[in-house]
């Protein structure tokens, strides 16, 4: 058996699973400290169904706490951020378009020295050991905790971001982290460095919550490896989790997808949330949601980690309907719907009040909803539905067909059927959809570098590629048979010389729980 | 009538000049961000149009050299940016009054205002081809037998070259093989043109422009109006088509982002034909629009400007047709940047659809 428990900004739900069988599942308010919430969960399911501590095989956790508190702006540590590259890179120096209040509140500081490569791995200008303790020495005196080291084209070569990290730890000492870009970030300075920068800010907090996860844990008599969920869905442990916190920042949308795939039986398919305010239409492909392509703003910072590609519509169950054109949102009454909705005695029509006209949910009192013309219901319906069958449309990569998946309370707005896609999937048990998400255990590996290929020698360099990427999913602990190589990606540079080709693998297997 | 430019102009500048990048030019935020930077440190610009400037002025242009790809790397410093500037006034003995866009698009079309901020220079409300081009060559200089050479190029570390070629062709030749070698990414000033000269040659009044179309596509949507309508509009254009990529094919070949896209219509199929920049607009077989013209890609609803890079399967998009300026239109131009330039056996196409003289004859 194992435990799932998603920790939103909201609600904490948990479940109990056997394999991929819920055995009980709960769902709470969200408690402000980690610990008495997450013991909270563990004995709600005790109730549900009755085990001991050693039955437990592993903890999986899902956590906005990260991504909070840096929108937040709280609980971040004094960081540095360091970068090898001159005398290239001078024009830009490291948080150069952060908002102000963010520097403010890691209290940054930025370095410029000597190092990084060129794009084929020649190098810019050799590492200057006296630079770094200079700039160390300074960071010590402006109380720095936390240290981020990128270097120019560190995903093609990292040695100087290994050293340079070395000589700052030398005279820092062991207390202060050193997060380095390359094992963040892709691609393109700015937004891999910012991606470090946000990951040093967090790493005390990282600390912080991994203890207190584990004592919550430990004290229910539980002894089996705790993991945390990333935003590809798959998982990391505790020992991770304290160097790369910042690899959970978008586990929550994400293990909402997979829960939904779950409990639906898909593995690839459209999931259509609809909440209060918004519906988000993410895509999952053999279990795994889609990834964006492009740059993504975090609490207003560019960076270009991995995060699921989730396109958002102003439609929701509190969404505003213009009585006029029968529009709906992007305004909604939000957690006033209880209040202002007509169905609840208000005076704002919403779309939940369509629904309850239409007949499709029972909610609040249907007389006050009695009067809306039917035709005029049923113009604002298809328009939803005509809304988020292009949505769906839109994220799809090709033309084939895709099942579509609809969880949210406010999914009662979707038809049965889609144009274009057919019936719409409604999978039990979604209340706890994300702790399911959080449970599917597995664990990976990524690369993504940028290779000069010799003709000729493609294959083997692929293989060479696939194979490392193998081995980094068994070190995150999957069951070395169970690893299977779930992305591949080779894009040819365009204006490089030799055969330049940014080539990016993803490989991914069963964590192995030790049975 | 002079302006200046200031870091707030900066957002509507590069949007416009993503839509006048007919699709190519990368991603703007690093020669955007270059530009913020450059005006905070050292102050606004003023831009001059091309009737202001004097007679014996001494204009360069300035652009950036190799592969966008490794500029979101290995970021500029800003004297790389004005390096080549002062090495050219050094070679030619004048000091250089004024600088000047060779392209309006992308990353080109920001760089130059760096360079004036930190030159402390006037920028002429102008550019080379009114356009984006893959080639050194592809500027209306040209025509005018301006040379692109001499030429100055730097790196980041300070290397400096100053090429004195004998055509265009060299230059482009000797310099990307030293771009290579320097990291594949360098900054370039070269063209050099006295003020008569220049408002002969340069397109007038790009700057503007660009500024313009990004703040009209922004009043657009807030007035909730059509902004792909205003582009139309101001652009003197026609929307040549609307509807969904259906497919998208790319291959690297020669430098080049090649490739076609097809997007579906109501009725008919859209095929677009790319190499860094839109090049051929065709629905179901027949012309609509060709190079030199701007075929522009802009989203559906938004009136945001789509490079060819980011383009793929599903997004709703609106295609427009755009006069170049009409010198392009000229017999040794089409032979310069026709489709048969690129490879393609057609008339080029103007974007109200009539065919041209075809290049190549007397060039």
């Known amino acids: ?515 | 009538m002079s302006w200046t430019i200031s870091e707030n102009d900066i957002s509507d500048l590069a949007r416009g000049a993503a839509v006048l990048g007919t699709g190519g030019g990368g991603d703007p935020y690093i020669g955007a961000l270059l530009a913020t930077q450059a005006l905070r440190a050292h102050g606004d610009v003023t831009v001059v149009t091309l009737d202001e400037v004097p007679a014996d002025a001494v204009v360069l242009t300035v652009a950036m050299m190799g592969a966008p790809t490794v500029m979101v790397e290995k970021l500029p410093s800003l004297d790389e940016v004005t390096a080549p500037v002062l090495a050219l006034g050094t070679y030619l003995g004048r000091p250089v009054t004024h600088v000047a866009c060779a392209e309006i698009g992308g990353v080109n079309s920001t760089i130059p205002i760096a360079a004036a901020a930190a030159l402390g220079l006037p920028l002429l409300d102008a550019d080379g081809m009114g356009r984006a081009f893959p080639e050194l060559q592809m500027v209306l200089p040209t025509l005018y037998d301006i040379t692109a050479s001499p030429l100055a190029f730097s790196d980041e570390k300070g290397n400096i070259g100053v090429l004195q070629t004998v055509d265009n062709k060299w230059t482009e030749r000797i310099a990307r093989v030293a771009c290579v070698e320097m990291g594949c990414s360098v900054m370039i000033s070269g063209f050099p043109m006295s003020g008569d000269q220049a408002r002969e040659a340069l397109v007038p009044g790009s700057l503007s422009r660009c500024v313009e179309i990004g703040k009209q596509i922004m009043l657009a949507r807030e007035d909730k109006a059509d902004p792909v309508q205003r582009i139309v509009d101001l652009l003197g254009g026609r929307e040549l088509f609307a509807g969904k990529v259906i497919d998208v094919q790319r291959a690297t070949t020669t430098g080049f982002a090649r490739g076609r896209a097809r997007i579906e219509g109501p009725d008919s199929t859209l095929t677009l034909s790319f190499q860094n920049e839109h090049l051929i607009a065709e629905e179901d077989g027949r012309i609509l629009t060709t190079t030199p013209d701007l075929i522009i890609v802009l989203e559906h609803d938004s009136g945001e400007p789509i490079t060819t890079e980011a383009l793929r399967y599903g997004q709703r998009i609106r295609v427009i047709g755009a006069p170049s300026d009409e010198r392009w239109h000229t017999v040794p131009a089409l032979a310069m940047v026709g489709p048969g330039y690129f490879g393609y056996d057609l008339p080029p196409h103007r974007f109200d659809g009539t065919i041209e003289a075809r290049p190549g004859v007397a060039a």
């Not at chain 1, 508190?69 to 970068?83: E, F, I, N, S, Y």
């Not at chain 1, 809306?372 to 005509?386: G, Q």
């Open chain 1, 1 to 515: 058996m194992h435990i799932g428990i998603d920790v939103g900004g909201t609600n904490t739900d948990a479940v109990l699973m056997n394999g991929v069988h819920v055995l009980a599942g709960v769902k709470h308010s969200t408690t402000p400290d980690v610990t008495s919430g997450i013991v909270q969960a563990i004995e709600d399911l005790r109730t549900g169904h009755e085990f001991v501590g050693s039955d437990i095989d592993a903890v999986m956790i899902g956590t906005t706490h990260f991504i909070n508190a840096l929108v937040q702006a709280k609980r971040l540590a004094p960081t540095a951020a360091l970068r090898l590259g001159l005398p290239a890179t001078k024009a830009l120096p490291p948080l150069v378009d952060w908002p102000e209040d963010l520097i403010e509140a890691i209290s940054g500081k930025s370095y410029l020295a000597h190092g990084g490569y060129e794009f084929d791995g020649r190098p810019i200008s050799p590492l200057d050991p006296g630079e770094l303790r200079a700039h160390a020495a300074d960071m010590k005196a402006a109380g720095i905790r936390s240290v981020a080291i990128s270097s120019v084209f560190s995903p093609v070569n990292h040695d100087l971001e290994v050293e340079a990290g070395r000589i700052v730890a030398e005279e820092l000492g062991p207390d202060v982290a050193i997060s380095l870009s390359h094992e963040i970030g892709r691609i393109g300075l700015l937004e891999r460095e910012n991606a470090t920068i946000i990951n040093a800010a967090l790493r005390e907090l990282a600390s912080e919550i991994v203890d207190g996860l584990t004592t919550a844990v430990r004290a229910q008599g539980i002894d089996a490896p705790i993991f945390l969920s990333q935003n590809d869905g798959t998982l990391m442990d505790e020992d991770y989790v304290r160097l790369y916190p910042v690899a959970t920042f978008a586990s929550g949308p994400t293990n909402s997808m997979r829960g939904a795939a779950l409990t639906s039986g898909l593995e690839t398919c459209a999931v259509v949330d609809v909440g209060g305010t918004t519906t988000d239409v993410g895509l999952l492909m053999n279990g795994f949601p889609r990834e964006t392509s492009n740059e993504v703003k975090v609490a207003g910072i560019r960076t270009n980690f991995r995060m699921p590609d989730v396109l958002s519509l102003g439609i929701g169950g509190g969404s505003i309907v213009d009585t006029e054109t029968g529009e709906v949102g992007p305004e909604s009454v939000g957690y006033r719907l209880t209040t202002e909705a007509l169905v609840f005695g208000g005076s704002t029509l919403t779309a939940t009040d369509i629904a309850v006209a239409a007949g499709r949910a029972d909610i609040g009192d249907a007389s006050k909803v009695a009067h809306l013309d039917s035709a005029f219901v049923e113009r604002v319906l298809a328009r939803i539905a005509e809304r988020v069958s292009e949505a769906v449309d839109r994220m799809r990569t090709s033309p084939e067909p895709i099942p579509v998946v609809a969880v949210g309370g406010g999914s009662i707005l979707l038809p049965e059927h889609l144009e274009l896609f057919g019936a719409v999937r409604r999978p039990e048990n979604y209340a706890v959809a994300n702790a399911i998400g959080a449970s599917i255990a597995q664990v990976g590996g990524e690369i993504d570098k940028v290779y000069a290929i010799e003709p000729g020698r493609r294959e083997e360099a692929i293989a060479a590629v696939r194979a490392e990427a193998i081995d980094k999913a068994v070190a995150a602990g999957a069951k070395p048979s169970s690893v299977e190589i779930v992305d591949f990606d080779e894009v040819p540079i365009p204006y490089l010389p030799g055969n330049a080709t940014r080539i990016r693998v993803k490989a991914v297997g069963d964590l192995d729980m030790g049975a």
